[in-house]
Protein backbone atom coordinates (compact mmCIF):
# COMPACT_ATOMS: atom_id res chain seq x y z
CA UNK A 1 0.00 0.00 0.00
CA UNK A 2 1.59 3.10 -1.27
CA UNK A 3 -0.44 6.27 0.24
CA UNK A 4 1.41 9.51 -0.47
CA UNK A 5 4.75 9.05 -2.69
CA UNK A 6 7.09 11.92 -3.28
CA UNK A 7 9.91 12.34 -5.86
CA UNK A 8 12.85 13.17 -5.67
CA UNK A 9 13.83 12.56 -1.64
CA UNK A 10 16.88 15.27 -2.10
CA UNK A 11 17.61 17.50 -4.64
CA UNK A 12 20.20 20.27 -4.88
CA UNK A 13 19.56 23.35 -6.96
CA UNK A 14 21.29 26.40 -8.12
CA UNK A 15 20.00 30.20 -8.00
CA UNK A 16 17.62 30.74 -10.64
CA UNK A 17 16.70 26.94 -11.72
CA UNK A 18 13.31 25.66 -11.84
CA UNK A 19 12.17 22.37 -10.91
CA UNK A 20 8.62 20.14 -9.79
CA UNK A 21 8.54 18.27 -6.64
CA UNK A 22 6.17 14.98 -7.65
CA UNK A 23 3.27 14.08 -5.09
CA UNK A 24 1.08 11.03 -6.16
CA UNK A 25 -1.82 9.57 -3.56
CA UNK A 26 -3.43 6.03 -4.21
CA UNK A 27 -6.23 6.49 -1.31
CA UNK A 28 -8.82 8.60 -3.76
CA UNK A 29 -8.03 11.66 -1.47
CA UNK A 30 -10.10 14.45 -2.52
CA UNK A 31 -7.89 17.24 -0.63
CA UNK A 32 -3.84 17.46 -1.21
CA UNK A 33 -1.66 19.98 0.48
CA UNK A 34 1.84 20.87 0.21
CA UNK A 35 4.20 21.84 3.43
CA UNK A 36 7.62 23.03 4.08
CA UNK A 37 9.12 22.31 7.51
CA UNK A 38 12.20 24.38 8.56
CA UNK A 39 13.83 24.21 11.76
CA UNK A 40 11.81 25.04 14.70
CA UNK A 41 9.20 26.23 12.41
CA UNK A 42 6.73 23.48 12.25
CA UNK A 43 4.89 23.30 9.02
CA UNK A 44 4.13 26.04 7.05
CA UNK A 45 1.09 25.50 4.25
CA UNK A 46 2.27 26.27 0.78
CA UNK A 47 -0.81 25.55 -1.42
CA UNK A 48 -3.95 22.99 -0.91
CA UNK A 49 -6.46 21.61 -3.04
CA UNK A 50 -9.80 20.61 -2.60
CA UNK A 51 -10.03 18.67 -5.82
CA UNK A 52 -9.13 18.08 -9.54
CA UNK A 53 -8.77 21.57 -11.04
CA UNK A 54 -9.18 23.22 -7.77
CA UNK A 55 -6.48 24.99 -6.09
CA UNK A 56 -5.92 27.57 -3.28
CA UNK A 57 -3.15 29.42 -1.94
CA UNK A 58 -1.84 28.51 2.15
CA UNK A 59 0.42 30.82 4.25
CA UNK A 60 3.61 31.11 2.17
CA UNK A 61 2.45 30.58 -1.70
CA UNK A 62 5.42 32.91 -2.55
CA UNK A 63 7.83 31.48 -5.26
CA UNK A 64 5.60 28.34 -5.66
CA UNK A 65 3.15 26.90 -8.08
CA UNK A 66 0.58 24.27 -8.19
CA UNK A 67 -1.74 22.59 -10.88
CA UNK A 68 -4.17 19.36 -9.80
CA UNK A 69 -5.31 17.94 -13.06
CA UNK A 70 -6.28 14.28 -11.62
CA UNK A 71 -7.32 13.69 -7.99
CA UNK A 72 -4.11 11.72 -7.60
CA UNK A 73 -1.29 13.50 -8.69
CA UNK A 74 -0.21 17.41 -6.96
CA UNK A 75 3.32 18.46 -8.56
CA UNK A 76 4.56 21.59 -6.80
CA UNK A 77 6.67 23.74 -9.20
CA UNK A 78 9.36 26.01 -7.64
CA UNK A 79 10.43 28.83 -10.54
CA UNK A 80 13.41 30.56 -10.35
CA UNK A 81 14.55 28.93 -6.89
CA UNK A 82 16.10 30.89 -4.15
CA UNK A 83 18.14 30.01 -0.89
CA UNK A 84 15.22 31.05 0.90
CA UNK A 85 13.52 27.99 -0.79
CA UNK A 86 15.86 25.43 0.83
CA UNK A 87 13.93 23.53 3.22
CA UNK A 88 11.94 20.13 3.09
CA UNK A 89 8.65 19.40 1.44
CA UNK A 90 5.94 17.25 2.58
CA UNK A 91 3.29 16.60 0.53
CA UNK A 92 -0.13 15.44 2.42
CA UNK A 93 -3.72 13.94 1.69
CA UNK A 94 -6.77 13.57 3.34
CA UNK A 95 -10.93 12.81 2.69
CA UNK A 96 -12.75 15.38 3.70
CA UNK A 97 -16.54 14.71 4.42
CA UNK A 98 -18.83 15.06 7.06
CA UNK A 99 -18.53 13.73 9.91
CA UNK A 100 -14.37 12.86 9.07
CA UNK A 101 -11.89 14.34 11.44
CA UNK A 102 -9.86 14.95 8.05
CA UNK A 103 -6.00 13.48 9.45
CA UNK A 104 -3.53 14.19 6.68
CA UNK A 105 -1.35 11.20 5.41
CA UNK A 106 1.91 12.52 4.91
CA UNK A 107 4.28 11.19 2.13
CA UNK A 108 8.44 10.89 3.21
CA UNK A 109 9.26 14.35 2.27
CA UNK A 110 11.56 16.29 -0.33
CA UNK A 111 14.68 17.71 0.96
CA UNK A 112 15.54 20.60 -1.23
CA UNK A 113 18.60 22.46 -0.62
CA UNK A 114 19.22 26.07 -3.09
CA UNK A 115 23.09 27.16 -3.77
CA UNK B 1 -5.70 34.32 13.99
CA UNK B 2 -5.55 30.52 14.84
CA UNK B 3 -2.33 29.18 16.53
CA UNK B 4 -1.34 26.04 18.16
CA UNK B 5 1.79 26.68 21.10
CA UNK B 6 3.73 23.57 22.10
CA UNK B 7 5.67 24.73 24.68
CA UNK B 8 9.12 23.61 24.75
CA UNK B 9 11.17 22.75 21.67
CA UNK B 10 13.09 19.91 23.51
CA UNK B 11 12.26 17.64 26.05
CA UNK B 12 14.40 15.24 27.49
CA UNK B 13 13.42 12.65 29.87
CA UNK B 14 14.75 9.12 31.30
CA UNK B 15 14.06 5.67 29.90
CA UNK B 16 10.81 4.80 32.26
CA UNK B 17 9.98 8.10 33.29
CA UNK B 18 6.80 9.78 32.33
CA UNK B 19 6.43 11.64 29.18
CA UNK B 20 4.47 15.04 29.01
CA UNK B 21 4.65 17.73 26.17
CA UNK B 22 2.40 20.79 26.00
CA UNK B 23 -0.24 21.74 23.44
CA UNK B 24 -2.25 24.60 23.38
CA UNK B 25 -4.65 26.10 20.58
CA UNK B 26 -6.60 29.54 20.13
CA UNK B 27 -9.77 28.65 19.53
CA UNK B 28 -13.61 28.98 21.72
CA UNK B 29 -15.21 26.04 19.44
CA UNK B 30 -13.62 22.79 20.28
CA UNK B 31 -11.57 21.88 16.27
CA UNK B 32 -10.14 18.21 15.76
CA UNK B 33 -7.19 17.98 17.53
CA UNK B 34 -4.56 15.55 16.65
CA UNK B 35 -0.73 14.63 18.04
CA UNK B 36 1.70 13.41 15.00
CA UNK B 37 4.88 11.67 15.13
CA UNK B 38 8.19 11.99 12.86
CA UNK B 39 11.01 9.96 13.33
CA UNK B 40 14.75 10.93 11.46
CA UNK B 41 14.30 11.51 7.82
CA UNK B 42 10.42 10.30 7.51
CA UNK B 43 7.02 12.08 7.18
CA UNK B 44 4.69 12.57 9.77
CA UNK B 45 2.72 9.95 11.34
CA UNK B 46 -0.54 10.04 13.18
CA UNK B 47 -0.43 9.36 16.88
CA UNK B 48 -3.98 9.89 17.84
CA UNK B 49 -6.79 12.17 17.13
CA UNK B 50 -9.57 14.27 19.09
CA UNK B 51 -13.28 13.42 17.71
CA UNK B 52 -15.18 14.80 20.68
CA UNK B 53 -16.57 11.14 21.75
CA UNK B 54 -13.84 11.23 24.45
CA UNK B 55 -12.51 13.53 26.10
CA UNK B 56 -8.83 10.88 27.06
CA UNK B 57 -8.00 10.06 23.89
CA UNK B 58 -5.41 7.03 23.60
CA UNK B 59 -3.15 6.27 20.54
CA UNK B 60 -0.50 4.13 19.48
CA UNK B 61 2.87 2.92 21.35
CA UNK B 62 0.88 3.52 24.59
CA UNK B 63 0.34 7.42 24.15
CA UNK B 64 -2.49 8.99 25.09
CA UNK B 65 -3.66 12.75 25.26
CA UNK B 66 -6.36 15.05 27.29
CA UNK B 67 -8.61 17.62 25.75
CA UNK B 68 -9.16 20.28 28.37
CA UNK B 69 -11.59 22.90 26.89
CA UNK B 70 -11.60 25.30 29.39
CA UNK B 71 -7.76 25.46 29.33
CA UNK B 72 -7.70 24.77 25.35
CA UNK B 73 -5.15 22.53 25.84
CA UNK B 74 -4.64 19.01 24.65
CA UNK B 75 -1.36 17.50 26.25
CA UNK B 76 0.93 14.47 25.09
CA UNK B 77 1.42 11.93 27.98
CA UNK B 78 2.83 8.50 28.22
CA UNK B 79 3.30 6.67 31.77
CA UNK B 80 6.70 5.51 30.78
CA UNK B 81 9.64 6.56 27.81
CA UNK B 82 10.88 4.16 26.10
CA UNK B 83 14.31 4.34 23.92
CA UNK B 84 12.01 4.01 20.48
CA UNK B 85 10.04 7.56 21.78
CA UNK B 86 12.79 9.59 20.66
CA UNK B 87 11.27 11.55 17.44
CA UNK B 88 9.83 15.31 17.12
CA UNK B 89 5.83 15.45 17.93
CA UNK B 90 4.11 17.66 16.83
CA UNK B 91 -0.01 18.92 17.99
CA UNK B 92 -2.25 19.87 14.66
CA UNK B 93 -5.46 21.37 15.15
CA UNK B 94 -8.13 21.38 12.32
CA UNK B 95 -9.76 24.56 12.47
CA UNK B 96 -11.40 24.05 9.02
CA UNK B 97 -11.72 22.04 6.33
CA UNK B 98 -8.49 23.79 4.56
CA UNK B 99 -7.21 24.87 7.63
CA UNK B 100 -5.05 22.56 9.49
CA UNK B 101 -2.39 24.66 11.88
CA UNK B 102 0.68 22.70 13.12
CA UNK B 103 2.87 23.75 16.52
CA UNK B 104 6.73 24.19 15.97
CA UNK B 105 7.43 20.51 17.12
CA UNK B 106 8.67 18.87 20.46
CA UNK B 107 12.05 17.27 19.84
CA UNK B 108 11.93 14.14 22.47
CA UNK B 109 15.23 12.60 23.69
CA UNK B 110 15.01 9.89 25.91
CA UNK B 111 17.94 9.08 28.25
CA UNK B 112 19.39 5.76 29.23
Known amino acids: NAGVTQTPKFRILKIGQSMTLQCTQDMNHNYMYWYRQDPGMGLKLIYY???????DKGEVPNGYNVSRSTTEDFPLRLELAAPSQTSVYFC??????????????FGEGSRLTVL | AQSVTQLGSHVSVSEGALVLLRCNYS??????LFWYVQYPNQGLQLLLKYTSAATLVKGINGFEAEFKKSETSFHLTKPSAHMSDAAEYFC??????????FGAGTRLTVKP
Open chain 1, 49 to 55: SVGAGIT
Open chain 1, 92 to 105: ASTAVYRGNTGELF
Open chain 2, 27 to 32: SSVPPY
Open chain 2, 92 to 101: AVRYNNNDMR
